[in-house]
């Protein structure tokens, strides 16, 4: 009989300086079960630890949405699962949480999570499927007591250098939410039009340059060189601005950066389509007197979000909205630099 030859010891990657820089290479962050306390000084520090999700506003989403035992509720957006496990932790056993998401990877590792937490399928059930499918789901469920939608992207996409969501390390420019699903960020750019991706830059993040970044972009392409990597696109970025004075090139190119990622994330998930889709089917899938709280963190949504709601709330349908936005204390915001561009919305069903 054949013994089978052991496979090599493969030594972790080594790094240089003290604290690893790159994602791959932080491997403690990256088992937070293994090395709780290097993630819980990386969150002292203001930092997010890599694979990890921080939720923001977690007690002015439970103090507004006054979950009880024996209730049904819907978490538009799973990610990492800190919002869904607040929630399910007041239904004490009784009731049940209905989640959706479009990530396989992440949602797969969530609901391992919660299962080990003690949060099986008897309280749970998680759906791979846009949110947008909320009436099928509330169909199934007879309508909802309570419903969180935190429309923000999950640090776990954003700092996976693999998915392309930040323009601060190398890496393929994907930007989708689903790898499985539609074309990538660098697909699109393949085949768009100076007009159009210039149209596309202003409306979905208010881009000030959108006209030179989109003819800078566009070139670039014409020229035989395809920009399928943040690094290109951000070179290009960098070298549209080169004309501004220096005391405000860097900021202006970070913030520049931020805003057309966004756009081009909006648009290759349809991002706009799928919100404006669920605002239209929320009130049906509320039971008499059911709460919802909307996340958002860009003008784009939550000028929609805003809409929708007075919307309803002028038509009857509401008994009661937010007419301003709740933000997250300097508290939080100050341990957690992305809770800052939060704003909450809330309504409450008529009776």
Same mark, same amino acid.
């Given at each position: 009989?054949?013994?089978?030859?052991?496979?090599?010891?493969?030594?972790?990657?080594?790094?240089?300086?003290?604290?690893?820089?790159?994602?791959?290479?932080?491997?403690?962050?990256?088992?937070?079960?293994?090395?709780?306390?290097?993630?819980?000084?990386?969150?002292?520090?203001?930092?997010?630890?890599?694979?990890?999700?921080?939720?923001?506003?977690?007690?002015?989403?439970?103090?507004?949405?006054?979950?009880?035992?024996?209730?049904?509720?819907?978490?538009?957006?799973?990610?990492?699962?800190?919002?869904?496990?607040?929630?399910?932790?007041?239904?004490?056993?009784?009731?049940?949480?209905?989640?959706?998401?479009?990530?396989?990877?992440?949602?797969?590792?969530?609901?391992?999570?919660?299962?080990?937490?003690?949060?099986?399928?008897?309280?749970?059930?998680?759906?791979?499927?846009?949110?947008?499918?909320?009436?099928?789901?509330?169909?199934?469920?007879?309508?909802?007591?309570?419903?969180?939608?935190?429309?923000?992207?999950?640090?776990?996409?954003?700092?996976?250098?693999?998915?392309?969501?930040?323009?601060?390390?190398?890496?393929?420019?994907?930007?989708?939410?689903?790898?499985?699903? #539609?074309?990538?960020?660098?697909?699109?750019?393949?085949?768009?039009?100076?007009?159009?991706?210039? #149209?596309?830059?202003?409306?979905?993040?208010?881009?000030?340059?959108?006209?030179?970044?989109?003819?800078?972009?566009?070139?670039?392409?014409?020229?035989?060189?395809?920009?399928?990597?943040?690094?290109?696109?951000?070179?290009?970025?960098?070298?549209?601005?080169?004309?501004?004075?220096?005391?405000?090139?860097?900021?202006?190119?970070?913030?520049?950066?931020?805003?057309?990622?966004?756009?081009?994330?909006?648009?290759?998930?349809?991002?706009?389509?799928?919100?404006?889709?669920?605002?239209?089917?929320?009130?049906?899938?509320?039971?008499? #007197?059911?709460?919802?709280?909307?996340?958002?963190?860009?003008? #784009?949504?939550?000028?929609?979000?805003?809409?929708?709601?007075?919307?309803?709330?002028?038509?009857?349908?509401?008994?009661?909205?937010?007419?301003?936005?709740?933000?997250?204390?300097?508290?939080?915001?100050?341990?957690?630099?992305?809770?800052?561009?939060?704003?909450?919305?809330?309504?409450?069903?008529?009776?």
């Amino acid at each position: 009989m054949q013994q089978e030859t052991p496979k090599p010891h493969k030594r972790r990657v080594r790094y240089k300086g003290k604290y690893p820089k790159k994602f791959e290479e932080k491997y403690k962050e990256l088992n937070p079960e293994k090395y709780q306390d290097t993630v819980e000084h990386v969150i002292r520090k203001g930092n997010t630890p890599a694979g990890m999700h921080i939720s923001i506003m977690v007690k002015e989403i439970l103090d507004f949405l006054k979950i009880q035992p024996g209730e049904t509720g819907f978490d538009a957006t799973l990610g990492y699962g800190g919002h869904t496990k607040a929630m399910m932790e007041c239904l004490h056993g009784e009731g049940h949480m209905y989640a959706t998401d479009v990530d396989p990877e992440e949602s797969a590792k969530t609901k391992k999570r919660l299962e080990e937490q003690g949060f099986g399928e008897g309280i749970l059930t998680i759906k791979l499927q846009n949110f947008c499918t909320i009436d099928e789901i509330a169909k199934e469920a007879g309508g909802f007591d309570f419903i969180l939608a935190d429309l923000g992207v999950s640090s776990m996409q954003i700092d996976n250098p693999k998915r392309g969501f930040s323009f601060r390390a190398d890496g393929p420019l994907d930007l989708r939410l689903n790898q499985q699903k #539609g074309i990538s960020a660098a697909e699109r750019l393949d085949q768009i039009s100076r007009e159009e991706l210039a #149209g596309m830059l202003y409306e979905n993040s208010d881009e000030p340059y959108c006209e030179e970044i989109a003819k800078a972009i566009t070139d670039e392409i014409r020229k035989g060189n395809r920009i399928d990597s943040t690094t290109k696109l951000r070179t290009v970025i960098e070298n549209t601005l080169d004309f501004l004075p220096e005391k405000e090139k860097k900021d202006t190119i970070r913030k520049t950066c931020q805003r057309v990622f966004q756009a081009l994330r909006i648009d290759v998930n349809q991002e706009f389509e799928v919100l404006y889709e669920f605002m239209e089917k929320l009130p049906d899938a509320l039971k008499s #007197g059911g709460r919802v709280a909307i996340l958002t963190f860009h003008s #784009g949504e939550d000028k929609l979000v805003k809409k929708a709601l007075k919307a309803g709330y002028k038509a009857g349908i509401y008994s009661d909205y937010a007419k301003d936005v709740i933000r997250p204390s300097m508290q939080e915001c100050a341990q957690n630099g992305r809770a800052r561009s939060t704003k909450m919305r809330w309504a409450v069903k008529a009776e």
